[in-house]
T-cell receptor, first 113, second 114 residues
Framework: GNSVTQMEGPVTLSEEAFLTINCTYTATGYPSLFWYVQYPGEGLQLLLK?????DKGSNKGFEATYRKETTSFHLEKGSVQVSDSAVYFC????????????FGTGTLLAVQP | NAGVTQTPKFQVLKTGQSMTLQCAQDMNHNSMYWYRQDPGMGLRLIYY???????DKGEVPNGYNVSRLNKREFSLRLESAAPSQTSVYFC?????????????FGPGTRLLVL
């Protein structure tokens, strides 16, 4: 069935370190792919997305490339900041008549000064 | 622009009590959703409403009911709360119609059932 697998956290990094959070998916066809971010005490918000294979989504220094061959959408950032501390969710829509989203379990990122 | 608002922010219930979680959006979106967030399980869809006047079950609907009161409001009701319903509940909305569109989330309601 449809599913998303994310690397388990927490991920603890020092400021300015390189970040990778792995995400792989199992789906029928080639769905749009999303990364959502949840800052402490807040709801989720869209970080970036890619709508087709080989697309690269980017926002706030984060990037993710839609890799059809490996069914992956790994999130990367070259230099993290303390303000990036949050929970990151990979997701894709089931499609059909509505945009029901399938979420990964989330990866907690803690950035230390 | 308030976006998606939810009330209450926090609630404690005893087993068997009932309550309604309220959600409203001011973005003129057609679609609305209720999710629950549990540790280690990500977000799971409870119910959704593709448009005003329609509702449908998601992944974990048992023990819940919903009402799409109008285009702006989508409420979630627990008729007889159980400890297994202790969770954080998020409401979301989207324009409706395109698989690549963004969902906008409210700040969440933390529910503790004793």
């Amino acid at each position: 069935g449809n599913s998303v697998t994310q690397m388990e956290g927490p991920v603890t990094l020092s400021e300015e370190a390189f970040l990778t959070i792995n995400c792989t998916y199992t789906a029928t066809g080639y769905p749009s792919l999303f990364w959502y971010v949840q800052y402490p005490g807040e709801g989720l918000q869209l970080l970036l997305k890619a709508t087709k294979a080989d697309d690269k989504g980017s926002n706030k220094g984060f990037e993710a490339t839609y890799r059809k061959e490996t069914t992956s959408f790994h999130l990367e950032k070259g230099s993290v900041q303390v303000s990036d501390s949050a929970v990151y969710f990979c997701a894709f829509p089931l499609g059909g008549a509505t945009n029901k989203l399938i979420f990964g379990t989330g990866t907690l990122l803690a950035v230390q000064p | 622009n308030a976006g998606v608002t939810q009330t209450p922010k926090f609630q404690v219930l005893k087993t068997g009590q009932s309550m309604t979680l309220q959600c409203a959006q001011d973005m003129n979106h057609n679609s609305m959703y209720w999710y629950r967030q549990d540790p280690g399980m990500g977000l799971r869809l409870i119910y959704y409403s593709a448009s005003e006047g329609t509702t449908d079950k998601g992944e974990v609907p048992n023990g819940y009911n919903v009402s799409r009161l109008n285009k702006r409001e989508f409420s979630l009701r627990l008729e007889s709360a159980a400890p297994s319903q202790t969770s954080v509940y998020f409401c979301a909305s989207s324009e409706g119609g395109a698989v690549e569109e963004t969902q906008y989330f409210g700040p969440g309601t933390r529910l503790l059932v004793l």
